[in-house]
């Protein structure tokens, strides 16, 4: 964690299987926009938000990827001084919660976090309006039994499409993140 004049400024970084929404959350909780389709963004590797919490005044930095996550190849800039790690998948398809371990065990190989077990992240179920929840496969309980074997990771579940839960779940990220300090 850093200062920024009289902001803290926190590292949020953003992950998960290509396609569950990463780029969507960012987007829908910092510009308010919802698109069916992103560029890879070459360059830009990340987008800020301040708020404010507790009285301090606070920048989220948030990281997003360019698509290198389906090569699980994130250069070290990366995860450098992460304050804090979201892991998202997509709630109507398996495969994405069950790399959640895959990419857990990334970011504490790859961070290296002077506490592992201690280190904050927050975990997102995403996508929740497909289809009316039809398609849903992972259920609820079966996301936070998940997060009970890591430590109790806070839980949220988003629609970054109807902006659902989005702004609530990036205030909890950034508490988190300021419990890094
Ligand atoms: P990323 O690869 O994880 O960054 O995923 P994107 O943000 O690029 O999203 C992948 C696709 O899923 C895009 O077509 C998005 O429009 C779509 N998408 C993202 N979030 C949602 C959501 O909450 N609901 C629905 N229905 N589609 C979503
Ligand atoms: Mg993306």
């Known amino acids: 964690m850093e200062s920024l004049k009289n902001r803290t400024l926190l590292k949020v970084i953003v992950l998960g299987d290509s396609g569950v929404g990463k780029t969507s959350l960012m987007n829908q909780y910092v510009y308010k926009k919802?698109?069916?389709?992103?560029?890879a963004t070459i360059g830009a590797d990340?987008?800020?938000?301040?708020?404010?919490?507790?009285?301090k005044a606070v920048t989220l930095q948030i990281w997003d990827t360019a698509g290198q996550e389906r090569f699980h190849s994130l250069g070290a800039a990366f995860y450098?001084?992460?304050?804090?790690?979201?892991?998202?998948?997509d709630v109507n398809n398996l495969?994405?919660?069950?790399?959640?371990?895959?990419?857990?065990?990334?970011?504490?190989?790859?961070?290296?976090?002077?506490?592992p077990e201690k280190f904050p992240f927050v975990l997102i179920g995403n996508k929740t309006d497909v289809d009316g929840?039809?398609?849903r496969v992972v259920s609820d309980k079966r996301a936070v039994?998940?997060?009970?074997?890591?430590?109790?990771?806070?839980?949220?579940?988003?629609s970054a499409k109807e902006n659902i839960n989005v702004d609530e779940?990036?205030?909890?990220?950034?508490?988190?993140?300021?419990?890094?300090e």
């Open 34 to 39: 919802f698109n069916r389709q992103y560029k």
């Open 145 to 158: 039994e998940w997060c009970g074997t890591k430590g109790n990771i806070p839980y949220y579940e988003t």
């Open 95 to 115: 495969k994405s919660f069950e790399t959640l371990n895959t990419w857990h065990m990334e970011f504490l190989k790859q961070a290296n976090p002077v506490e």
């Open 133 to 135: 929840g039809n398609t």
């Open 46 to 55: 990340f987008v800020t938000k301040e708020l404010h919490i507790e009285d």
């Open 80 to 89: 450098r001084g992460a304050d804090c790690c979201v892991l998202v998948y």
């Open 169 to 180: 779940a990036f205030l909890g990220v950034a508490h988190k993140a300021l419990s890094n």
